[in-house]
C-alpha cells in the first residue's frame, strides 16, 4: 500500500505526457546539386599526409610513426607518473 501514491503519480504523468503535442516538423532543404570536391590534403615530401609526418620516442626503446598507424583505429594512452 505505500507504492500506491507512488504508482498513482507515474501513471498520471505518463498520461499527461502522452497528450496532444504542437510540435512542427521542420522545412526540408531543397536538393541542389554541387560538383564534388576533394578536400585538399597537404603530403610531406614522403608521400604521407602531413598529420601523419610524425615521430615518437617509446620508453622501451624504439620509434613509433604516425604513418604506420594509417588505415586502422588508434588509441594512444598518456600516462605521466608522478
Not at 554541387?34 to 610531406?44: E, F
Request: one cysteine or more; proline letters at 10%.
Amino acid at each position: 500500500m505505500p507504492y500506491l501514491p507512488a504508482t498513482l503519480l507515474s501513471v498520471a504523468l505518463v498520461a499527461a505526457a502522452c497528450g496532444n503535442s504542437t510540435e512542427t516538423t521542420a522545412p526540408t532543404a531543397t536538393a541542389t546539386t554541387s560538383p564534388v570536391t576533394t578536400s585538399p590534403v597537404t603530403t610531406s615530401p614522403t608521400g604521407t599526409p602531413v598529420i601523419l609526418d610524425w615521430e615518437a620516442t617509446l620508453i622501451g626503446g624504439g620509434t613509433i610513426n604516425g604513418a604506420d598507424l594509417a588505415g586502422g583505429d588508434t588509441l594512444f594512452w598518456f600516462w605521466a607518473p608522478t
